[in-house]
Structure formats: structure tokens, C-alpha cells
């Protein structure tokens, strides 16, 4: 091939992310998936059921941009029941292609070139490129691991005129921590008066475990005026690969995003949004989540008992974290790779969770597995010697 004459500048110089490189790397070595968050079991046989006779039924062409009405009802319906948040179903809920179209669109259509962001570290690895790509400056503040909260004076002191959005993520994904109701107390001080948008992640909204409360931000109205709260029927319906999440906002909000969504992808799959709603309608389908999860949390967390690993307490969504730093040397992406190589585990090093790539020697474990993977996964890092 000839040489190229054009050169080109990197908008995202920071290469291909973490979940690539351990993917590719767990299917050579036929690792254990305990990297993913993602259900390798079944979702219930009646949402197939029901995504199977939408397609037969006809809805195999684009949904409204917004979503399908029905669903967009029904979830607004179920904000109602559960925040007391009631939500216009035509003007302030859409339907997106999975929690993370509905990140990327509220933070392209709300963040403007020399705004600022503030958001939580360890983090999500998408956050910050996509404030990035806005030409906005993510200004990221550190949650101990130590004690998993945030320091509200750290934030307070971090806010200034460029501050435009604050990104919360709760239940929180990589630390298994949520917000409690102190922490709402200061978001809303720290907020009050001032004209910052506030992203709530909440995808793992249904995953709070040992009797505790996920506070959304639906639930306060001083915070529901000013948040986009973003969720996700995909991790709720063990459909990951579905595509299907969502947003609630105030119309003013939600009409800026929708600008955004239409030159994204436009709607999500119109057949799995039309099965969804209608097991969005059985309440049970959602409430019964914790007790699913959590069991599966402490079947894993039995065999780590007996492991060299430090374990977190973790309080919600699919993943827990695990220290080695006390016993091994190794950085946190060596430890994951030797891990892969010698037993046939995956997880994800947590340095992969912060900008500068900060190691914690601490790795990321995912429980969102049938019930004999965690068993086996849990066997093989218990068995691990350096």
C-alpha cells in the first residue's frame, strides 16, 4: 500500500479500553467471565417469548424517536410508584439505545466548549472522554476506597462559574457504594442556586442489597428539577445485548437531549422495547432484584472468604472489589493478567477506572454470573499463589 500523504490528530489519544484488551485476552485463555457486567444466564423465557411475537407482529421498523408510547408510559408510571417523581410520558421520559446513548447524549447536548465537569473517581471509563469530546474539561474528584464516600467539601471547593454539570453514578459502579441521605443533603446544598446540571447514572437502580434504599435523584424535587437521571432495562432484565435504557428529565432538559438522540441512533430496537414494556408492567419483575443479586453476591463472597483477597463490603449493583496489594507486588493490570494466564479468571484492574491510571492494587470482580461460574471462579481465586 502506499505511503499515506495526510496525517491525522487523535480526539480520543487514549487507546483501546481495558474491557477490549481483557475480553480478547479471557477468550484466549477460556478465563471464567468474571470481568463482564453482563448476565451469562438466561433473561425469563416470557420476555423472549414477547420480544419474539413483536417481531412477528410487525414491529420491526423504527420506534417513535422517543420511544414507543407504551413503554414510555409504563416506566413513567413506575418513576411514580416508586421516587413519588411523576414524569410527563410524552415530553420528559425517552427511550435510548442502552444507559450509555443516554450519558453520551445528555452530556453532548448540556456541555458546551470551556465548561467544566465534576464527577467521582473510580469511574465508569466513559465519563470523561465524552466530556472531552464536548471541549469541556472533566474535573474529576477522588472517593476513598478506604471508606467509599465522597468528601462534599472537596466538591464544594471544586465548583466554579465554568462548572456546569456534576455526574453522579449511584448505586455506583465500579465500588458497589450508593449515596445516602447525608449525601443528598449536601448535593443539594452544593447545588442550590447555582446552574449546575446534575447526570445521575442510576442503572443499577434495582440492585441495592442488605435492606438499604437507593436515593434517586427523581425522588428530591430540588434535585429533579436540575438532573438527568439515566437507567437501564437492559442490566435490569438481564438483556444487556437488547440495547434498550432511558432517561427522565424535565422537559426543558429532555428536549435538549432528544436533539442529540435523534442524530445518534434515533430508537432503540422497536420489538425488545415493546417486550419490554410489557414486563415493566409487572412490578415484581424489578422489586425481586436484590434478593436475586444478593445471593449470588455471597455465594461468591463464601468462596473469597477463603481467598488471600481483601474484599470490600459492597451494597449494590454487579460487582465487588478485591485488594492484593498486602501479599503481591504485582500492578493491578499485571495481577489481572497473570490471573487470566495461570487461572483462568477474568477481572478488571482497577487503575482502568481513573484518568491518570492511578493503581490501588485492587481488581474488580463481577457477580452477575449463573451460580456454578461463581463457584469456579470462586475456587481459582482462591487457589491463587504468586
Known amino acids: 500500500m502506499m505511503q499515506s500523504t495526510f496525517s491525522l490528530r487523535s480526539k480520543l489519544p487514549s487507546g483501546i479500553s481495558i474491557f477490549s484488551v481483557i475480553g480478547q485476552l479471557a477468550t484466549e485463555y477460556q478465563a471464567i467471565n468474571l470481568w463482564q457486567g453482563a448476565p451469562n444466564f438466561l433473561p425469563d423465557q416470557q420476555l423472549i417469548d414477547s420480544a419474539t411475537m413483536a417481531m412477528k407482529e410487525g414491529f420491526n421498523q423504527y420506534s417513535p424517536m422517543m420511544g414507543v408510547p407504551a413503554l414510555r408510559q409504563v416506566l413513567a408510571e413506575k418513576t411514580a410508584k416508586l421516587y413519588g417523581a411523576r414524569y410527563d410520558a410524552d415530553k420528559e421520559v425517552t427511550v435510548t439505545a442502552g444507559g450509555l446513548e443516554a450519558v453520551y447524549a445528555a452530556i453532548t447536548a448540556l456541555v458546551h466548549p470551556g465548561d467544566e465537569v465534576i464527577f467521582f473517581e473510580p469511574a465508569f471509563e466513559c465519563y470523561e472522554p465524552i466530556v472531552r469530546l464536548q471541549g469541556a474539561t472533566p474535573v474529576a474528584i477522588m472517593i476513598s476506597l478506604e471508606t467509599l464516600k465522597i468528601d462534599w467539601e472537596e466538591v464544594a471547593a471544586a465548583i466554579t462559574p465554568r462548572t456546569r454539570m456534576l455526574i453522579i453514578n449511584t448505586p455506583h459502579n465500579p465500588?458497589?457504594?450508593?449515596?445516602?441521605?447525608?449525601?443528598?443533603?449536601?448535593?443539594?446544598?452544593?447545588?442550590?442556586?447555582?446552574?449546575?446540571?446534575?447526570?445521575?447514572?442510576?442503572?443499577?437502580?434495582?440492585?441495592?442489597?442488605?435492606?438499604?434504599?437507593?436515593?434517586?435523584?427523581?425522588?428530591?424535587?430540588?434535585?429533579?428539577?436540575?438532573?438527568?437521571?439515566?437507567?437501564?432495562?437492559?442490566?435490569?432484565?438481564?438483556?444487556?445485548?437488547?440495547?434498550?435504557?432511558?432517561?427522565?428529565?424535565?422537559?426543558?432538559?429532555m428536549e435538549e437531549i432528544r436533539k442529540v438522540h435523534q442524530y445518534l441512533v434515533f430508537s432503540a430496537p422497536a420489538p425488545m422495547q415493546v417486550a419490554l414494556a410489557a414486563a415493566v408492567e409487572n412490578p415484581e419483575s424489578y422489586l425481586a432484584l436484590a434478593e436475586f443479586y444478593q445471593r449470588k453476591r455471597d455465594i461468591l463472597l463464601s468462596y473469597l472468604a477463603e481467598s488471600p483477597l481483601d474484599v470490600k463490603p459492597c451494597s449494590s449493583g454487579f460487582f465487588m472489589l478485591a485488594r492484593f496489594s498486602d501479599f503481591s507486588n504485582y500492578s493491578d493490570r499485571d495481577f489481572a493478567f497473570d490471573l487470566l494466564r495461570r487461572m483462568r479468571v477474568g477481572t478488571i484492574p482497577m487503575s482502568s477506572f481513573y484518568g491518570d491510571g492511578t493503581d490501588t492494587g485492587t481488581i474488580r470482580i463481577s457477580f452477575c454470573k449463573d451460580d456454578d461460574t461463581l463457584r469456579e471462579g470462586g475456587r481459582a481465586l482462591s487457589n491463587w499463589r504468586q
Open 175 to 253: 465500588t458497589g457504594a450508593i449515596l445516602e441521605e447525608r449525601d443528598i443533603d449536601r448535593l443539594i446544598a452544593v447545588t442550590r442556586n447555582t446552574n449546575i446540571v446534575i447526570l445521575s447514572d442510576e442503572v443499577y437502580e434495582h440492585m441495592v442489597y442488605d435492606g438499604m434504599t437507593h436515593h434517586s435523584m427523581s425522588r428530591y424535587p430540588e434535585l429533579a428539577e436540575r438532573s438527568v437521571v439515566v437507567l437501564s432495562l437492559g442490566k435490569t432484565y438481564h438483556v444487556t445485548g437488547w440495547r434498550v435504557g432511558y432517561c427522565v428529565a424535565p422537559a426543558e432538559i
